[in-house]
C-alpha cells in the first residue's frame, strides 16, 4: 500500500517529457545550492548577533550539529540495512539531475535541511524556523521532481531530523553542552583580532 502511494505521489510530482525546462532549470539550482542558506545562517548566528543573545544563538549552533551528526548516521545506518532503490534505479520516471544510485531512504538533503528547521523552530525562534520551512520544502519537491527521490523518502527525512533534535536535546541536557566552552574559547583565539575590532561578536 505505501510502495503504491510513494509511485502515486512520485508520479504525480515528477517533471514529465512536457515539462517546461525554465521549471527544470529553476529545480536544478533548488536541488543543488538552496542547501547553502541553512549553514551559511547559522554560521552567522554564531558569529553576530546581539551581545544578550549569543550565548543561545552559540547553543543552538552547538544542538544542531549534534543534530546533523545523529541524523545522517541514523540515515546512513537505514540505507545499509535496509536499502530502497531511487526511481531512477527502477526504471520509474527519469533522472534529471546527476546523481548515484545509492539507496535513497531517507533522503540526505531532506534529512539536512529538515534538522535545520527544527533546530530553528526548537533553539532559535519559531519564525526563523517557519521561514525556512519555505526553501526546505523547495528542496524536497526539486528533488522528487527531477527524479532522484521519491515522496516518502523525505517524509521519512522530516520524521528523522525531528528524532535527531530530540536526541540531540537529550544529549546536550546530559552533559553535552559543556563543548561550547572550549568551542568558543576556540572561535576567540582564532578571531581574535576581528572580535576586537568589533566586526564579531566575542
Same mark, same amino acid.
Given at each position: 500500500?505505501?510502495?503504491q502511494l510513494n509511485?502515486d505521489?512520485f ?12 521549471i ?5 539550482? &533548488?536541488?543543488?545550492r538552496?542547501?547553502?542558506?541553512f #549553514?551559511?545562517?547559522?554560521v552567522a ?6 551581545? %544578550?543573545?549569543m ?9 544542531? *550539529?549534534?543534530a546533523?551528526?545523529?541524523?545522517l ?9 535496509? #536499502? ?7 526504471? &520509474?520516471?527519469?533522472a534529471?539531475?546527476d546523481?548515484?544510485?545509492?539507496p ?8 539536512i535541511?529538515?534538522?535545520? &528547521? ?10 526563523v524556523?517557519?521561514?525556512f520551512?519555505?526553501?526546505?520544502? *523547495?528542496? *524536497?519537491?526539486?528533488?522528487?521532481y ?8 523525505? &517524509?521519512?527525512?522530516f ?5 535527531a ?8 541536557s546530559?552533559?553535552g553542552?559543556?563543548?561550547q566552552? #572550549?568551542i568558543? %574559547? ?8 576581528l ?6 561578536q #566575542?
Amino acid at each position: 500500500m505505501l510502495e503504491q502511494l510513494n509511485l502515486d505521489l512520485f508520479n504525480l510530482i515528477t517533471a514529465t517529457s512536457e515539462s517546461a525546462s525554465g521549471i527544470i532549470a529553476l529545480a536544478t539550482v &533548488v536541488a543543488k545550492r538552496m542547501i547553502l542558506i541553512f #549553514p551559511l545562517f547559522t554560521v552567522a548566528c554564531w558569529f553576530w548577533g546581539a551581545p %544578550q543573545n549569543m550565548m543561545r544563538q552559540r547553543a543552538f549552533a552547538c544542538k544542531t *550539529a549534534y543534530a546533523l551528526v545523529i541524523g545522517l548516521t541514523i540515515s546512513w545506518l537505514i540505507g545499509y540495512l535496509a #536499502p530502497h532503490d531511487r526511481p531512477f534505479v527502477m526504471g &520509474v520516471g527519469q533522472a534529471l539531475l546527476d546523481h548515484e544510485p545509492t539507496p535513497s531512504f531517507p533522503s540526505n538533503h531532506g534529512t539536512i535541511v529538515f534538522t535545520f &528547521v527544527f533546530a530553528f523552530l526548537f533553539w532559535l525562534r519559531t519564525w526563523v524556523g517557519m521561514v525556512f520551512m519555505i526553501p526546505a520544502i *523547495a528542496i *524536497a519537491w526539486s528533488r522528487i521532481y527531477l527524479g532522484v527521490h521519491w515522496p516518502l523518502d523525505m &517524509v521519512g527525512a522530516f520524521i528523522l531530523a525531528a528524532i535527531a533534535c530530540g536526541i540531540s536535546q537529550l544529549i546536550w541536557s546530559l552533559g553535552g553542552h559543556k563543548i561550547q566552552q #572550549p568551542i568558543t %574559547q576556540l572561535y576567540e583565539r582564532i578571531f581574535g583580532s576581528l572580535i576586537r575590532k568589533g566586526w564579531m561578536q #566575542p
